[in-house]
């Protein structure tokens, strides 16, 4: 079988003219002169071995061929059309299934709040939660199976964009009555302690080590852990230590059972930022869900602070 190539152009000059019944019309529908048009008729004859059209008084009317093709005609260019020029998207009848990771310190505040504007405004849809450390959800970014994810990442490379959605800072908690930590904490008190380290990688290097390291001093790691939630658990019922962000300590029921002290050395803010591939960019539902996303963190995350403008200054692991 020969393969013929077929200028798309030309359907779409022939569906201009089956529309408008005139090559005068349809020149001027397509922005083309009168003989450009009249050229691609007799290409299209060639192609489809008719002749399309047959004059009569007035103008033009199809042959019993050109009228045969005309609804597939109709159906290609439209949907050639929706691909290249996709309507405006509307969440309420969309059933795309967006894919969030986010860090653990952030899902249990924006997980509601995300669950019913989502349920609101786009009830078709379906949201797949995925746990976040920056290793999973970078490859998850670059693999298309995230959508975007929301923790303490490094600066993004490559085909990565990052925005800055909340600041806070870290504190030490303890549990009240601790018999060697107060309030306020010194920095030979902290190094002291036996602590627990949050982290979601094995390979991170926690952040309040890395400020440590400035001070010349390192403190003794206990415990290891996953999610601040765990952490704040083991204090309250040991006599260990835990570097945790503000917002969230603030947020957990009974915190009056801990000190939450400011951490007794020069420290940096943390930024949660939200992180997506390029090539989701300009994908209008994948705009949306980031918006709301972005909403709902501002909304429920009153501890912490709408990230400044500017380059992100620290990296994951307390």
């Known amino acids: 079988m020969v393969d013929r190539r077929v200028d798309l152009n030309l359907l779409n000059i022939l569906y201009a003219v089956m529309a408008e019944g005139s090559v005068t ?10 003989p450009a048009v009249s050229n691609a008729l007799r290409r299209l004859r060639h192609l489809f071995n008719d002749e399309l059209f047959v004059r009569v008084p007035g103008g033009i009317r199809p042959t019993a061929k050109a009228s045969e093709i005309w609804p597939d005609l109709q159906s290609a260019v439209d949907q050639l059309r929706a691909i290249a020029l996709p309507q405006a998207f509307s969440p309420a009848g969309t059933t795309v299934t967006f894919n ?26 379906k949201l797949c939660l995925h746990l976040h450390s920056t290793p999973n959800s970078t ?4 693999r298309g199976t995230i959508d975007c ?3 303490m990442f490094p600066t993004a490379g490559g085909d990565l964009r990052m925005e800055g959605v909340l600041a806070d800072d ?17 920095l030979k008190d902290f190094v ?37 939630e765990d952490a704040i658990k083991i204090v309250r019922r040991t006599d260990l230590a835990a570097a ?13 059972d801990l000190e939450v ?3 007794p050395f020069q420290h940096e803010k943390i930024l949660y930022k939200m992180v997506w591939h390029e090539r989701t960019e300009r994908d209008a539902a994948r705009i949306w869900f980031r918006s709301i996303v972005r909403d709902a963190i501002v909304a429920t995350c009153a501890g912490g602070h709408p990230a400044p403008p500017g380059p992100p200054s620290a990296t994951a692991g307390a």
């Not at 669950?115 to 078709?124: H, M």
């Not at 490859?139 to 670059?142: A, D, N, R, Y």
Request: glycine share 6%; hydrophobic share 45%.
């Open 244 to 256: 945790v962000p503000r917002s969230y300590v603030l947020s957990v029921p009974d915190v009056e």
């Open 170 to 186: 870290y504190v030490c908690i303890f549990r009240r009555g601790h018999p060697e930590l107060h309030n306020p904490l010194t």
């Open 149 to 151: 994810a929301v923790g």
């Open 261 to 263: 002290a400011d951490l």
């Open 25 to 34: 019309r349809a020149s001027q529908r397509l922005s083309m002169s009168q």
């Open 100 to 125: 969030l990771a986010i860090t653990d310190t952030l899902v249990s505040r924006v997980l509601p709040a995300l669950a019913l504007r989502l349920v609101s405004d786009a009830p078709l849809a």
């Open 192 to 228: 002291a302690a036996r602590h627990v380290l949050v982290k979601q990688a094995t390979w991170q290097a926690g952040i309040v080590d890395g400020w440590l390291s400035l001070e010349a001093e390192h403190r003794e790691i206990t415990l290891v852990v996953n999610r601040a």
């Open 139 to 142: 490859g998850g970014l670059e």
